[in-house]
C-alpha cells in the first residue's frame, strides 16, 4: 500500500481585519500620511522606491494615529490566532508588533522577493485594491534547494506549486511567518495599490 505524507507546511493565515475599522477612512488616512510625510517622500525618491512607503520615516503610527491603533488591536487578535495554529511555544514571552508601515504601489510599481529575518510573522492588510492590480505572489521556501527537479505542471494542486499567487480583497489580513520569500509583481492597474504590512517578534 502507498502512502504519502505532506510533510513542513507553510501555513498561510487569512481573513478580515476588522467590522469596527472603516475601510474608507483607512484609505483616506493612509493617502493623508503620505502627502503630509515629507521625510518618507525623499526617502523614496532617494532610493527609487515605486510610489510610497513610510517604513524609512514613521515607526509610530499606532501613537500617532487612533485608526492605527485600532488596526494594531484588531491585528494583535490574528497573529495570537495564527501563533496557537502554528503551536509556537512562546513562553513567558509575547510576539509583539515591531514594525508598521504603508505602502502606495502606483500603476508600474513593483516591490520586489524579499524576507524579514529579524521577525516572526509578518503580513499584510490590504487598503485600496483596484480592478487588475497585482496579487500577492508567495514562493516555495524549499526552492533554492530543488536543484535539478523538473518544474510543475500547469495544473499542479496548490500544495505542490513553486509559487502561489493569492489575490486579497480590501479588508483582508494575510498572515505568515516571516522567512517566507514573497513579493508584489508589478501594478498593471491605472489606480494605487493601498495596503499596510507589519513585522511581529518574539519578546
Request: net charge negative.
Amino acid at each position: 500500500m502507498t502512502n504519502i505524507t505532506p510533510l513542513f507546511t507553510t501555513p498561510l493565515y487569512r481573513a478580515r481585519l476588522s467590522s469596527d475599522i472603516d475601510a474608507a477612512e483607512l484609505e483616506h488616512s493612509c493617502l493623508s500620511i503620505a502627502e503630509d510625510d515629507e521625510a518618507g517622500q525623499d526617502w523614496c525618491e532617494a532610493n527609487d522606491f515605486p510610489g510610497y512607503t513610510s517604513y524609512a520615516s514613521l515607526s509610530d503610527l499606532p501613537w500617532r494615529f487612533p485608526i492605527f491603533e485600532a488596526v494594531k488591536q484588531a491585528l494583535d487578535k490574528h497573529v495570537a490566532d495564527f501563533a496557537k495554529e502554528l503551536c509556537f511555544d512562546l513562553g513567558d514571552k509575547a510576539l509583539e508588533l515591531e514594525d508598521i508601515w504603508i505602502n502606495i504601489l502606483p500603476e508600474g510599481g513593483i516591490h520586489t522577493a524579499h524576507i524579514h529575518p529579524h521577525s516572526v510573522i509578518s503580513g499584510t492588510t490590504y487598503v485600496a485594491m483596484p480592478e487588475g492590480t497585482s496579487a500577492l505572489k508567495l514562493e516555495d521556501p524549499r526552492l533554492p534547494m530543488m536543484m535539478a527537479a523538473p518544474g510543475r505542471s500547469k495544473d499542479a494542486p496548490e500544495h505542490l506549486r513553486q509559487f502561489v499567487y493569492v489575490k486579497p480583497d480590501v479588508g483582508d489580513v494575510l498572515l505568515w511567518e516571516s522567512w517566507l520569500r514573497h513579493e508584489v509583481p508589478m501594478n498593471m492597474a491605472e489606480e494605487d495599490r493601498i495596503s499596510v504590512s507589519f513585522n511581529y517578534r518574539w519578546g
